[in-house]
């Protein structure tokens, strides 16, 4: 499967509603799934 990558804008808005599934009681690994991206890649991307 190939790699998906994405805009700077795709990342903020992708943070953005995985931040606001954290200030709703949701776990890291269970924000990130239902955004759809890793966790791992959640971190990489806070990272930077």
Known sequence: ?????????DVLRLLREI??????GLDV????RKAGVSD???YNW???
């Not at 499967?1 to 804008?9: C, L, P």
């Not at 931040?19 to 709703?24: G, P, Q, T, W």
């Not at 690994?29 to 990130?32: I, P």
């Open 1 to 9: 499967m190939a790699r998906k990558r994405y805009s700077d804008e």
């Open 19 to 24: 931040e606001l599934s954290l200030a709703e």
């Open 29 to 32: 690994v269970s924000a990130c």
């Open 40 to 42: 791992a890649t959640y």
């Open 46 to 48: 806070r990272k930077s």
